[in-house]
């Protein structure tokens, strides 16, 4: 569904571009009192300072919103998360606070796999429902593009039954969101491979990742790259095969501990590189010269008690960093956004225009959308979001606060308060 519509009174706060901000161009927002937007069938067709005159019934054909001085923004781009999954992992978190490591949980036999159990047995009708309960939740907080993965199936069946709840999501008419669906079938080796790791590449590269490429059913392919999960020689191997099929790459890269995912991330061309808590001098300065994403996730920092990645170092060091929520039910169970944006600010020493650009232009770049989606200008699509005062460094010093007010989404007005 798309609109006419007119948001006038507002005062417009975006970053300006097509393509990601790197280094200091990351801080650099335009900021517009009395600013009017028009969208028309959902795409951006004028930006800029109020305009009082009628022409020829013209106005008519528009919804007209008044937005009273609140700052419009960019509609947010939540690009990594992992929303489709059955069952939940409470227990694991409540081990976690005893003091026991994520990656133990994992090596005896919980974390991923428990859940995979649980996909496993979960049918499409309930993984779509809760998927979609999470994503009216994301949209209350301003985010109008998800990007979601697989990777709770580990088998041919379930890994394409995520993706087809992903692509229903996206192909609703009425979606408050918009989806990008990512395959990462090699998220764990599943216990019929156990010790088996190369063996489930080559099923993943043989047997799923053609099916997925043919029926269009994931625009990425992405690796857990990791110390006992799959090596760099593994994940590049994996990579390789997936770009050749013509996906999109990603990586899940230095996230436990500091492997050389960055620097894979850099040498295959990747979109993006995700998490990077340990990721080293080098890795960085890679994927500053080959323009991969760093797509920074510190509410996983925060659940897992893990030192959080270095934001500023990365911005200062000239790489593009998007910020991401990395929802899931084991590592990060939380979408917060207004957390996210506290974090960002407060622990990786990020500006509050630095975190804006993060979850808007560089989230869509993350995603190859950024000439799409990402900021408010003409010939984008008219995803935004209504702040609910005029002042936007409320979006971190309100820590874990919702303050949008409404969501727009191809031009459709969605209140949140
Ligand atoms: O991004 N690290 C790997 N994948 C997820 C966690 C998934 C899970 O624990 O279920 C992450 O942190
Ligand atoms: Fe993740």
Redesign the pocket.
């Known amino acids: 569904m798309t609109e006419n519509l007119i948001v006038f009174n507002a005062r417009l706060v975006t970053p300006v571009g097509f393509t990601a901000k790197k280094g200091k161009e990351m801080g650099e927002l335009l900021v517009m009192d009395n600013a009017t937007v028009e969208v028309t069938d959902g795409i951006i067709t004028y930006v800029g300072p109020n305009r009082g005159e009628e022409r020829d019934g013209y106005y008519q054909r528009y919804w007209h919103y008044n937005a009273r001085g609140r700052c419009l923004l960019p509609g947010f781009v939540d690009s990594h998360t992992?929303l489709v999954f059955g069952g939940e992992r409470a227990e694991e978190f409540s081990w976690r606070l005893q003091g026991e490591s994520y990656m133990s949980i994992m090596q005896r036999g919980g974390?991923?796999v428990s859940?995979v159990k649980a996909t496993r047995t979960t049918n499409f009708i309930q993984l779509r429902a809760k998927a979609e309960d999470f994503l009216k939740r994301m949209s209350l907080m301003g985010v109008t593009t998800v990007e979601g993965k697989s990777g709770y199936g580990l088998n041919r069946e379930t890994e394409l039954l995520q993706l087809k709840v992903l692509h229903s999501l996206g192909n609703d008419e009425h979606r408050r969101v918009d989806i990008v669906p990512t395959f990462l079938g090699a998220?764990a080796v599943p216990e019929e491979y156990k010790g088996r790791t190369d063996e489930y590449v080559d099923f993943l590269i043989r047997d799923v990742m053609p099916t997925v490429k043919e029926h269009g059913l994931a625009e990425f392919c992405d690796v857990?790259c990791e110390e006992g999960v799959f090596s760099i020689e593994q994940s590049r191997r994996l990579l390789q095969a997936a770009r050749d099929m013509g996906f999109s790459l990603k990586l899940?890269a230095d996230?436990i501990v500091s492997l050389g995912g960055a620097e894979l991330a850099a040498e295959l061309g990747a979109v993006s590189a995700d998490?990077l808590l340990h990721a080293s001098d080098t890795g960085i300065r890679a994927m500053a010269e080959q323009g991969v994403v760093a797509t920074l996730l510190p509410l996983?920092a925060f659940a897992l008690r893990e030192p959080y990645a270095r934001g500023r170092e990365m911005i200062d060091s000239g790489c593009a960093v998007a910020l991401a929520t990395?929802l899931?039910?084991?590592?990060?169970f939380s979408g917060s956004i207004p957390l996210t944006f506290a974090l960002a600010c407060i622990y990786m020493h990020m500006s509050i225009e630095e975190a804006i650009t993060a979850l808007t232009l560089n989230g869509a770049a993350a995603l190859k959308r950024a000439d799409r989606i990402g900021s408010i200008e003409v010939g984008k699509q008219g995803d935004m979001v209504v702040l609910t005062n005029d002042n936007y460094h409320f979006l971190p010093y309100y820590i874990g606060m919702n303050c949008v007010y409404t969501t727009i989404k191809r031009g459709v007005i969605y209140p949140s308060v």
């Open positions: 992992h974390g991923i859940t998220h857990f899940h996230e998490h996983t990395d899931n039910p084991g590592s990060c």
